[in-house]
C-alpha cells in the first residue's frame, strides 16, 4: 500500500503486521470477515423491515451511500484506465443497473421480508450454479459431458435446482427453536426484542421473490462480462451502476411510495441499517471482495459463500428469535452441494485446460516435466476465461 502523506509511520507499521501473516493467511481472514459483514447485512435489513422501513427507500438510500463512497476512489483512482463516455456505455451501465440494482434489490427485499435471513442466505449459494447455467445457455460456458468436470457442474446445478424447489414447496415442521438462554438474552435488550421475527408472511410467495433475487444477481455476473473488457474500470463501472440504480428506484418511488413520511428515518436503529447496508455491505464489502478476487480468484472466494449461512443462522436465533424448519436445512443441504460440485467442476476443468495448454518442458536430463502454472491453484476463475473478471 502506498502511503498517504504523514502517516507513512503508521502505514510501514500495518504494513509490517501485515507481514507477519502469509497472503493465503490474510485471504482467509479476510474472506471471513466479508461473511460476517454480509450475515449482519441479512439480520439488520431484516430488522429494518421488521421496523417499519420502507422497500423503496431503504434501497434509495443503500445506493445514495455506496455512491457517495465509490465516487472520488473511481475518479481519482481510475483516471489512466477509464475510458472516454458514449451513449452506448450509459445504455449498458442503465440495462446492468436495471438487472443488478434495481430487480436484485427490490426482489431481495421482498423476499427477505417473506422469509428469514437464514433462509436468504441460503439461496445465495445457488448463485454460482445458476450463473454457469446462464452462461452455458448463452455459449459463454462449455459443458463437455463426456468428461467428469462437465458432469460434476451439470449435477451441482440440478442439485441447486432441487434445494431452491424444496425451500419453496416445503416449509416442513420446526426443527429448532431458540433456546431460553437466548430468550433471555432478547429479553434483556429492548432493541432485540422490538426487533422479533415477523409472522404472517407468504412464505411460498418469499422463496420466489428469493428466485428472483437469484436470477437477477446471476444474470448480472453473465451480463457484465463484456461490458467490463470494453471499460475495465471496475470503480467507476460500479459507480455508474449504483448512479443509475438511484434514479430507477426514485421513479419506482414516485408511483409506489407517496407518503413523505416513510422517507423520514425515525429511530437510531433504522439510521444504523441505512448506514450499515451501504457503507459496510456496498462499499466496504465492495473493495474487500474485488481484493481478495484479484489475489485468490472466484472460486476461492465462492467457496467461502455457505460460513455466511451459518454465521446468518447463529444471529438471526440471538437478534430475531428465528426458527429453523426441515425444508429449509434440507434445501439448503442440496444448495451448498450443488454449490461445491459446480466450484469442483471448473477447477478440474481449468486444470484439464491448463495441462492441454502448457506444452511440456525438456530439462536438462531429457526429462519431460509439466510447466509449473499447471499446478493446482486457489486461483481459479468461475466462468470461463472471457468471464474471468466476474
Not at 454480509?38 to 443503500?62: D, T
Amino acid at each position: 500500500m502506498a502511503d498517504l502523506g504523514g502517516v507513512s509511520g503508521g502505514s510501514t507499521t500495518t504494513q509490517r503486521i501485515l507481514g507477519w501473516f502469509p497472503e493465503r493467511v490474510q485471504l482467509h481472514i479476510a474472506m471471513l470477515a466479508l461473511q460476517f459483514g454480509y450475515a449482519g447485512f441479512h439480520v439488520v435489513s431484516r430488522a429494518a423491515l421488521n421496523m417499519g422501513i420502507s422497500k423503496i427507500v431503504f434501497p434509495v438510500y443503500r445506493n445514495i451511500l455506496a455512491f457517495v463512497l465509490l465516487l472520488p476512489f473511481a475518479y481519482f483512482l481510475e483516471k489512466k484506465e477509464r475510458p472516454p463516455i458514449n451513449l452506448n456505455f450509459l445504455v449498458q451501465f442503465f440495462l446492468l443497473a436495471v438487472v443488478g440494482i434495481t430487480a436484485n434489490q427490490g426482489f431481495y427485499l421482498l423476499g427477505l421480508d417473506n422469509t428469514s435471513p437464514t433462509f436468504a442466505s441460503a439461496i445465495q449459494n445457488s448463485v454460482p450454479a445458476i450463473t454457469f447455467l446462464m452462461a452455458a445457455l448463452l455459449r459463454i460456458e462449455k459443458v463437455r459431458l463426456d468428461r467428469k468436470d462437465g458432469l460434476s457442474k451439470v449435477f451441482g446445478t440440478l442439485f441447486c435446482i432441487a434445494g431452491a424447489s424444496v425451500i419453496t414447496l416445503y416449509k416442513g415442521p420446526t426443527i429448532y427453536s431458540p433456546s431460553p438462554s437466548l430468550n433471555k438474552v432478547r429479553e434483556m435488550s429492548p432493541v432485540l426484542q422490538s426487533l422479533g421475527d415477523a409472522n404472517g408472511k407468504s412464505w411460498t410467495l418469499g422463496c420466489l421473490y428469493l428466485i428472483g433475487h437469484c436470477l437477477s444477481w446471476s444474470g448480472w455476473l453473465v451480463l457484465q462480462a463484456p461490458v467490463l473488457k470494453k471499460y475495465p474500470a471496475r470503480l467507476s463501472f460500479t459507480s455508474y451502476q449504483c448512479f443509475f440504480g438511484i434514479i430507477q428506484f426514485v421513479v419506482l418511488a414516485a408511483f409506489m411510495e407517496r407518503d413523505l413520511n416513510a422517507w423520514l428515518i425515525h429511530t437510531g436503529s433504522e439510521l444504523f441499517s441505512v448506514f450499515y447496508a451501504g457503507i459496510v455491505a456496498s462499499g466496504i464489502a465492495f473493495a474487500v471482495q474485488i481484493w481478495c478476487i484479484q489475489k485468490g480468484g472466484p472460486v476461492f472466494v465462492a467457496l467461502y459463500q455457505p460460513v455466511q449461512t451459518l454465521v446468518v443462522a447463529l444471529m438471526a436465533s440471538v437478534a430475531l428469535g428465528e426458527e429453523f424448519y426441515l425444508g429449509g436445512i434440507i434445501g439448503a443441504v442440496l444448495i451448498i452441494t450443488g454449490l461445491y460440485l459446480v466450484l469442483w467442476g471448473k477447477s478440474e476443468e481449468r486444470k484439464f485446460m491448463l495441462q492441454k495448454q502448457q506444452p511440456a518442458l525438456i530439462t536438462d536430463n531429457g526429462v519431460a516435466r509439466t510447466s509449473s502454472h499447471a499446478k493446482s491453484s486457489i486461483v481459479q476463475p468461475l466462468l470461463s476465461q472471457s468471464n474471468e473478471s466476474v
